[in-house]
Every structure is written in structure tokens, then in C-alpha cells.
């Protein structure tokens, strides 16, 4: 109940205590009070009954009643005046009192209502309000019996019942009494429990707000005694844990507040820390004119030792020339890891003459140190690209972004070189043009300005083999012309964006193609060659991506080939090998493009399990002219032809050239002399309409021409 809920333990044990006890003693003590009542009047009416059954016997001669007095004398001999509830009368044959004890009733009250009970009956108990009167006849001893008179013995009922009364309100008395010292005693011990309870509850309070001790342990109770001690023991283990937990906290803090500054990999000072390092030295600058210098450092060729060695092994060649760099390292400068490869260097109040000098001695640092994985050794560089932080500069943004592009510029002039920002610099001209790309080709991405193109690869030797289409990408730009790949895709490939366009171009020459195979099926002569960058390659995301494609555009496999180069391929041989394996699986076949350009060519070719092989283009052009451009172009033909690997001839651009690769048994040609890049949306159309065979028959002609 929530009366009841709400009660403390004293009220409790009030409520549940002496009121029912007081109830039930209130209770106990009325029935015995009827009981004993009951019992009294029973007892007085019997003994009035033999009273006067005795008095009636012997207060008479044989034919009259004894005398007054000797009646009298009877009476008091009969010791009834010690009744206190008894009265007696004693009445002739006319109702005249001869003699009485007590005066508790009167002659009126001991009559009998009617004549003929009191006729008919020698014994008669009347009961009254406040009396109960027996009456006793009286005869004569004759043998005709003859009527002397009457005995009349009273029971005061009223006085009893006072009495009676009296005796109970006193015993209720009695038992209020002794509830009140029962009360007292009740409160006094829920005191000794609740008090000590409170003032643990208050003590409990405390320890909240930093007290030590929750409990002065004064009360007597054992159990309380137990309480107070086991929550004096778990306040304790409580202070220790929170002393604990604080020190781990601030552990935690200051961890954190350290790998928030801090480059996880190298304990250097991260990116995010640099940059405000910049901030205010660049206010430095501007309020006091101090001597502040920035170095932009990135490795040279650290990407092809990360992943021929393995991730693992870059991140510990990192390590270690992070250590070795440090040594070098002013304590006021900061030294930090933007990223990858990239380091940068803050020197403070420092003059560009010293800090170029800093730069030599940690180029010549990096270029000395040799990193030793698996028995083998790798030689690195650095290339620094050096800023002096001046008043002239807006933010830390723009003081970034000469530092790399002067470290461009030291990667343009050979690698492993310093180079001092210098704003007229047409090597940073160009760099601020390559930046700019960046920003237009993500655009583009996001809004589709890029255009397919395509270009026909033809067969030489079985003219029913059906055509090559190269897919080829352009950009459109704000005035709808025509942008030509070779302005925006060595920006794309130094800033890694060509995984988002090699995935764009799959997108979106199996979006434009799939109404035609869709109408066409698995019997059009269509088969495209989509380019896969080094990047590409190396994202173990494009197999799921390419698979997806397949199955989103309803594209068949076996109408499409992935073109890569021979360089992206042997620096990422087993991803790449992987992808091809997965993807011949779905009857996707594979073209190895610039043949003949690599230094290990003939070496990687037998593991990679390619179709078709292009020649590399520098030979095609000149085979007719030149003799070692001719002897490499056969013997490329005799490798190919040897593992069955179709070649295929790019760059054609005469006749002669065209006769010269028919006669060495090239398979396919590709060049602006058979055909020239058109809108693949076009081509499309064309296959569609069937305007296709007019094309591929001009195509014939143009392959079976004979040279002149």
C-alpha cells in the first residue's frame, strides 16, 4: 500500500504492533468480561435457589410460620448479608413481609405478574431489568397442605454488572498501561535500528561529496554493528577504486591528449599539431618579424619497397628513418609525419641559409641509410622542398602548399634534391595547374563532364574475328569542347585519382552498353577494352566492384577485356594475377598493354596469365625504318606466338607498317590509319542500326589494302 510505503520503521512497527495488540487484548478481555459475568449471575441464582428452598423448609411449624424474631435469627445465622448481590424476603399467605435482608427490591417487583403461575407453581424464577427474583412457597406439613407463605430471594444484576464494569475498565486501564510501556520500549528500538540507519543514509551522503568515512560504528546492535562495518569496508574499496580509476583517467587523458598530437605509427607529431605549430608561427612572423622556415620532405620510390616488401615492412622503414631524422632535430623545431611518406619540418628562428644547410644534412642522412627486409637491402631518397615563413603569407594553408610544391619541383629535377620556393617558378606554375586539375576532375566525376570515346582494334590474319573497341575517356570542358586525356590524367595519376575514374569509365561504358547487348545478347560482334590503371590494380576493392558491374548492368564477361600496362602490373603482380584469374573465370579476357617498355618484360610475362599482348608503340611507329625496332617487334611476336598470346600492333599509321605487321604475323592493328577515336555512344547507335557492317567493311579495306 502506499500509506503504508511510506511509513518509517518506528511506524511501522507501531502500526503492526500495538494496535493489534491493544485490539486484541480490548477484544480477549470483553469476552472474558461476558464470561465471568455470565458465571456470576449462574453461580448467584443457584445459590438464591437453594437459599430459599432451605429457608422455605425450616421457617414454619407443622400449620403456621415460626415467630418474627426466631425468623430473624435465622437469617443472620444464614450469613446471606454477605452476599452483596443477594436480597431476601420473607412473606405470609397474604404477601405481608414477615421478615427481609437487604432492601435491593420491594414487594411489587417480587410478585408475579399473574396470579395463576404463582398459584400453580411452588418455585418461580422472575427475571427483571435489574433483578433476578426466585420465589419459593411455603406450606404446611399437614397432610392437607396449606399455603404459609413465601420465600423471595433478589439478585441485584444491575449492582453486579457496575461491579463487573468497574473491574474491566480498570483492567482496560491496566493494558493501556502496560501498551504505553510496550510503545516506549517499540520506539526505543526502532531508534537503535533506524537512527543508525539514517545516519548511515546521511554518513552514505557524504561519501558522495569526497567523505571518507561512511560510519562511526556506535550503535550496539550486532547486526547493525555488521552493516556499519561492511559499508565502512566497501567505502574503502570504493576510495580505492576511484583513486584507481582517477589515476587511469588521467592516464587515459593525457594519452590521448598525446595521440591526438602525435602520429600513432612514429611518435612524431601528427599533422593536425603541425599545423597549428604553423599557425602561430606564422603570428610569430607577422607581431615580432621572427625567422621561422617550413621543409616539405616526401620519400622518393617508397611506394615500390612497400609494395614489393609488404605493408609491414614500409611502416618499419618508416620507423626507422623517423629515428634516424630525429637525431638531427633542434629541440625548439617540430618535426612531424604529415602522412605515407610525407614528413615536414618546422625550424624555428631560423635564417634559409641554415635551414638549407638542415636539409642537406638530412637528405644526405636519408640517402646514406640502408633498410635491410628478408636478407635484401633498399636504398631510398628524400626530396625537401624548403619555404621561408613570411609576413607575405595568408594562412598555414598557403605555407603548406609551396612546401609541396617545391618538394615537386626538387621530385621533377631528379629526386632525392632541395629545392627553395620561389613564387616565379614555371616548374610551380605548372604544379598550381596540376592542383587545379584536382578540384575539375573530382568535379567532374561528380557531375559526369568526362566522355567516352572509343577506338577499333581490327584483325590482320582472320578478318571474321570480330573488332576491338579501346575505350578511351575525354573531358568536356565549360564551353563544351573537347579536353584530350594527356592534360588531366598525370594529375590524376600523381594525386590518386585514377581509381575513381577507372571505375567511373566501367560504370559508364556498361551503362551505355548495356541496351545493346541487351538487344543483341551474347551474338553482338561488340567487344570493348577498358584500361586499368597501377592504381587500380593495387585496390583489393575492384574485383567485388567489377563483379558487381557484371551483375547490375547485365553486361556478358566475355564481351569485355581489361587493358594493364606492363608497369602496374609487375609492381602489383599478385593482386594483379588474382584479378585475372577471378575474372577468366566469367570468360573476361585480358590485354597486356606497352609491351616491351619494362626492363623485365620476357621475365613476368609467363606468370601472368594474359590473352592478348600490345606491343609497346615506340617500336610499331619506326619498324620499317629501323632494325632493332623490327628485330624487338619479332621477337615479341615469336614470345607471344610461342604461348599462345595474341599480339596486337598499336600506333599504325601507314600502309608500309601495316603490311610489315601482317607479314610477321601480328593478329590485330590499332592506329588513326584504320581508324580514328570516335563517341562510343555513337558506335553504339551504329551496331544497333546496323550501319556497323559499312563501317567494318571500310575497315577491311583498309586492313587488305596493298601498300603502294
Given at each position: 500500500?502506499p500509506?503504508?510505503q511510506?511509513?518509517?520503521?518506528?511506524s511501522?512497527?507501531?502500526?503492526?504492533?500495538?494496535?493489534?495488540v491493544?485490539?486484541l487484548?480490548?477484544?480477549l478481555l470483553l469476552?472474558?468480561f461476558k464470561?465471568?459475568?455470565?458465571?456470576?449471575?449462574?453461580k448467584?441464582?443457584?445459590?438464591?435457589?437453594?437459599t430459599?428452598?432451605?429457608?422455605?423448609?425450616?421457617?414454619?411449624k407443622?400449620t403456621?410460620?415460626?415467630?418474627?424474631?426466631?425468623?430473624?435469627?435465622?437469617?443472620?445465622?444464614s450469613?446471606?448479608?454477605?452476599?452483596?448481590?443477594?436480597?431476601?424476603?420473607?412473606?405470609d399467605?397474604?404477601?405481608r413481609?414477615?421478615?427481609?435482608?437487604?432492601t435491593?427490591?420491594?414487594?411489587?417487583?417480587?410478585l408475579?405478574?399473574?396470579?395463576?403461575?404463582?398459584?400453580q407453581q411452588?418455585?418461580?424464577?422472575?427475571?427483571?431489568?435489574?433483578?433476578?427474583?426466585t420465589?419459593?412457597?411455603?406450606?404446611?406439613?399437614?397432610?392437607?397442605?396449606q399455603?404459609?407463605?413465601y420465600v423471595?430471594v433478589a439478585i441485584?444484576?444491575?449492582?453486579?454488572?457496575?461491579d463487573?464494569?468497574?473491574?474491566?475498565i480498570?483492567?482496560?486501564g491496566?493494558?493501556?498501561?502496560?501498551?504505553?510501556l510496550?510503545?516506549?520500549?517499540?520506539?526505543?528500538?526502532?531508534?537503535?535500528?533506524s537512527?543508525?540507519?539514517?545516519?548511515?543514509?546521511?554518513?552514505l551522503?557524504?561519501?558522495m561529496i569526497?567523505s571518507?568515512?561512511?560510519?562511526?560504528?556506535?550503535?550496539?546492535?550486532?547486526e547493525i554493528?555488521s552493516?556499519?562495518?561492511t559499508?565502512?569496508?566497501?567505502?574503502?574499496e570504493?576510495q580505492h577504486?576511484e583513486?584507481?580509476?582517477?589515476?587511469?583517467?588521467q592516464d587515459?587523458q593525457a594519452q590521448?591528449?598525446?595521440?591526438a598530437?602525435?602520429?600513432?605509427l612514429?611518435?612524431?607529431v601528427?599533422?593536425?599539431?603541425?599545423?597549428?605549430?604553423?599557425?602561430?608561427?606564422?603570428?610569430?612572423?607577422?607581431l615580432?618579424?621572427?625567422n621561422?622556415?617550413?621543409?616539405?620532405?616526401?620519400l622518393?620510390?617508397?611506394?615500390?619497397?612497400?609494395?614489393t616488401?609488404?605493408?609491414l615492412a614500409?611502416d618499419?622503414?618508416?620507423?626507422?628513418?623517423?629515428m634516424?631524422?630525429?637525431?638531427?632535430i633542434?629541440a625548439?623545431?617540430?618535426f612531424?609525419?604529415?602522412?605515407g611518406?610525407?614528413f615536414?619540418?618546422?625550424l624555428?628562428y631560423?635564417?634559409?641559409e641554415?635551414a638549407i644547410e638542415?636539409?642537406?644534412?638530412?637528405?644526405?642522412?636519408?640517402?646514406?641509410?640502408?633498410?635491410?627486409?628478408?636478407?635484401?637491402?633498399?636504398?631510398?631518397?628524400?626530396?625537401i622542398?624548403?619555404?621561408e615563413?613570411?609576413?607575405?603569407?595568408?594562412?598555414?594553408?598557403?605555407?603548406?602548399?609551396?612546401?609541396?610544391?617545391?618538394?615537386?619541383v626538387?621530385?621533377d629535377n631528379?629526386?632525392?634534391?632541395?629545392?627553395?620556393?620561389?613564387?616565379e617558378?614555371?616548374?610551380?606554375?605548372?604544379?598550381?595547374?596540376e592542383?587545379?586539375?584536382?578540384?575539375?576532375?573530382?568535379?567532374a566525376?561528380?557531375?559526369?563532364d568526362f566522355?567516352?570515346?572509343?577506338q577499333?582494334?581490327?584483325?590482320?590474319?582472320?578478318?571474321?574475328?570480330p573488332p576491338f573497341?579501346?575505350i578511351?575517356i575525354r573531358?568536356r570542358?565549360?564551353?563544351?569542347?573537347?579536353?584530350p586525356?594527356?592534360?588531366?590524367?598525370?594529375?590524376?595519376?600523381r594525386?590518386?585519382?585514377?581509381?575513381?575514374?577507372?571505375?567511373?569509365v566501367?560504370?559508364h561504358?556498361?551503362?551505355?552498353?548495356?541496351?545493346l547487348?541487351k538487344t543483341q545478347?551474347?551474338d553482338?560482334?561488340?567487344?570493348?577494352?577498358i584500361?586499368l590503371?597501377?592504381?587500380?590494380?593495387g585496390?583489393?576493392?575492384?574485383?567485388?566492384?567489377?563483379?558487381?558491374?557484371?551483375?547490375?548492368?547485365?553486361?556478358?564477361p566475355?564481351k569485355?577485356c581489361?587493358?594493364?600496362?606492363?608497369?602496374?602490373?609487375i609492381?602489383?603482380?599478385d593482386?594483379?594475377i588474382?584479378l585475372i584469374?577471378?575474372?577468366?573465370?566469367?570468360?573476361?579476357r585480358?590485354?597486356?598493354?606497352?609491351?616491351?617498355?619494362g626492363?623485365?618484360?620476357f621475365?613476368?610475362?609467363?606468370?601472368?596469365?594474359?590473352?592478348?599482348?600490345?606491343?609497346d608503340?615506340?617500336?610499331v611507329?619506326?619498324?620499317?625504318?629501323?632494325?632493332?625496332?623490327l628485330a624487338?617487334?619479332?621477337?615479341?611476336?615469336?614470345?607471344?606466338?610461342?604461348?599462345?598470346?595474341?599480339?596486337?600492333a598499336?600506333y599504325?599509321?601507314?600502309?608500309a607498317?601495316l603490311?610489315?605487321?601482317?607479314?610477321?604475323?601480328?593478329?590485330?592493328a590499332q592506329?588513326?590509319?584504320l581508324?580514328k577515336?570516335m563517341p562510343?555512344?555513337d558506335?553504339?547507335?551504329h551496331y544497333m542500326?546496323?550501319?556497323?557492317?559499312?563501317?567494318?567493311?571500310?575497315?577491311?579495306?583498309?586492313?587488305?589494302?596493298?601498300?603502294?
Amino acid at each position: 500500500m502506499p500509506f503504508f510505503q511510506h511509513l518509517s520503521i518506528q511506524s511501522r512497527l507501531l502500526l503492526l504492533v500495538i494496535g493489534p495488540v491493544f485490539a486484541l487484548s480490548c477484544i480477549l478481555l470483553l469476552f472474558d468480561f461476558k464470561e465471568q459475568l455470565q458465571r456470576e449471575e449462574d453461580k448467584l441464582a443457584q445459590h438464591a435457589l437453594t437459599t430459599a428452598k432451605f429457608l422455605s423448609a425450616v421457617i414454619h411449624k407443622q400449620t403456621e410460620l415460626q415467630g418474627q424474631q426466631y425468623i430473624e435469627r435465622l437469617l443472620k445465622a444464614s450469613q446471606l448479608n454477605r452476599e452483596p448481590y443477594l436480597s431476601l424476603i420473607i412473606a405470609d399467605a397474604d404477601n405481608r413481609p414477615v421478615a427481609n435482608l437487604g432492601t435491593s427490591f420491594s414487594m411489587q417487583e417480587a410478585l408475579p405478574q399473574q396470579d395463576t403461575v404463582v398459584m400453580q407453581q411452588d418455585t418461580v424464577v422472575m427475571q427483571q431489568d435489574t433483578h433476578d427474583i426466585t420465589m419459593v412457597k411455603v406450606f404446611s406439613t399437614e397432610t392437607k397442605r396449606q399455603l404459609l407463605g413465601y420465600v423471595f430471594v433478589a439478585i441485584d444484576k444491575a449492582s453486579l454488572i457496575e461491579d463487573h464494569r468497574q473491574a474491566f475498565i480498570k483492567n482496560v486501564g491496566y493494558i493501556t498501561l502496560a501498551l504505553m510501556l510496550c510503545s516506549i520500549l517499540v520506539s526505543w528500538v526502532s531508534r537503535s535500528i533506524s537512527q543508525p540507519i539514517r545516519d548511515m543514509t546521511s554518513a552514505l551522503k557524504r561519501f558522495m561529496i569526497g567523505s571518507q568515512q561512511v560510519s562511526n560504528g556506535k550503535n550496539t546492535l550486532p547486526e547493525i554493528k555488521s552493516l556499519q562495518s561492511t559499508i565502512n569496508q566497501i567505502s574503502k574499496e570504493m576510495q580505492h577504486v576511484e583513486a584507481d580509476m582517477r589515476h587511469r583517467i588521467q592516464d587515459a587523458q593525457a594519452q590521448l591528449r598525446y595521440q591526438a598530437r602525435h602520429d600513432a605509427l612514429t611518435g612524431l607529431v601528427n599533422r593536425q599539431e603541425l599545423e597549428r605549430r604553423l599557425q602561430q608561427a606564422l603570428q610569430d612572423v607577422k607581431l615580432h618579424r621572427a625567422n621561422h622556415v617550413f621543409c616539405y620532405m616526401d620519400l622518393d620510390q617508397f611506394r615500390v619497397i612497400n609494395d614489393t616488401c609488404g605493408h609491414l615492412a614500409g611502416d618499419e622503414m618508416l620507423r626507422q628513418i623517423s629515428m634516424i631524422l630525429s637525431q638531427r632535430i633542434r629541440a625548439e623545431d617540430t618535426f612531424a609525419r604529415l602522412g605515407g611518406d610525407e614528413f615536414g619540418l618546422l625550424l624555428s628562428y631560423c635564417q634559409v641559409e641554415k635551414a638549407i644547410e638542415i636539409a642537406a644534412q638530412l637528405r644526405q642522412m636519408v640517402e646514406t641509410f640502408r633498410f635491410m627486409h628478408e636478407g635484401r637491402l633498399f636504398q631510398t631518397g628524400i626530396s625537401i622542398g624548403i619555404v621561408e615563413i613570411t609576413s607575405d603569407l595568408k594562412d598555414v594553408g598557403q605555407i603548406t602548399r609551396h612546401a609541396d610544391a617545391a618538394c615537386y619541383v626538387a621530385k621533377d629535377n631528379g629526386r632525392n634534391q632541395i629545392h627553395l620556393f620561389h613564387p616565379e617558378d614555371d616548374v610551380l606554375l605548372k604544379r598550381h595547374v596540376e592542383m587545379e586539375w584536382v578540384l575539375r576532375i573530382n568535379e567532374a566525376i561528380e557531375h559526369n563532364d568526362f566522355v567516352l570515346y572509343c577506338q577499333g582494334i581490327f584483325p590482320l590474319q582472320n578478318k571474321e574475328l570480330p573488332p576491338f573497341y579501346e575505350i578511351l575517356i575525354r573531358k568536356r570542358d565549360e564551353h563544351g569542347g573537347i579536353i584530350p586525356p594527356a592534360e588531366f590524367l598525370p594529375s590524376a595519376e600523381r594525386y590518386h585519382l585514377m581509381t575513381k575514374i577507372d571505375r567511373w569509365v566501367i560504370q559508364h561504358a556498361f551503362m551505355a552498353l548495356q541496351p545493346l547487348f541487351k538487344t543483341q545478347g551474347h551474338d553482338s560482334p561488340f567487344i570493348v577494352s577498358i584500361n586499368l590503371s597501377g592504381t587500380s590494380l593495387g585496390d583489393a576493392q575492384l574485383l567485388p566492384y567489377i563483379q558487381n558491374c557484371f551483375d547490375t548492368y547485365e553486361i556478358p564477361p566475355t564481351k569485355v577485356c581489361f587493358e594493364v600496362t606492363e608497369t602496374s602490373a609487375i609492381i602489383n603482380i599478385d593482386n594483379t594475377i588474382k584479378l585475372i584469374h577471378e575474372l577468366q573465370k566469367r570468360g573476361t579476357r585480358f590485354m597486356l598493354d606497352d609491351f616491351g617498355s619494362g626492363m623485365s618484360s620476357f621475365t613476368y610475362l609467363k606468370h601472368l596469365p594474359v590473352d592478348f599482348l600490345k606491343m609497346d608503340g615506340a617500336y610499331v611507329k619506326e619498324i620499317t625504318s629501323n632494325k632493332v625496332d623490327l628485330a624487338m617487334a619479332k621477337a615479341i611476336q615469336s614470345v607471344a606466338q610461342s604461348m599462345d598470346i595474341l599480339t596486337i600492333a598499336e600506333y599504325v599509321e601507314d600502309q608500309a607498317t601495316l603490311d610489315c605487321l601482317k607479314e610477321m604475323g601480328v593478329a590485330f592493328a590499332q592506329g588513326f590509319y584504320l581508324n580514328k577515336p570516335m563517341p562510343l555512344s555513337d558506335t553504339i547507335n551504329h551496331y544497333m542500326t546496323g550501319s556497323h557492317a559499312q563501317n567494318r567493311e571500310q575497315s577491311k579495306q583498309a586492313v587488305a589494302q596493298p601498300q603502294t
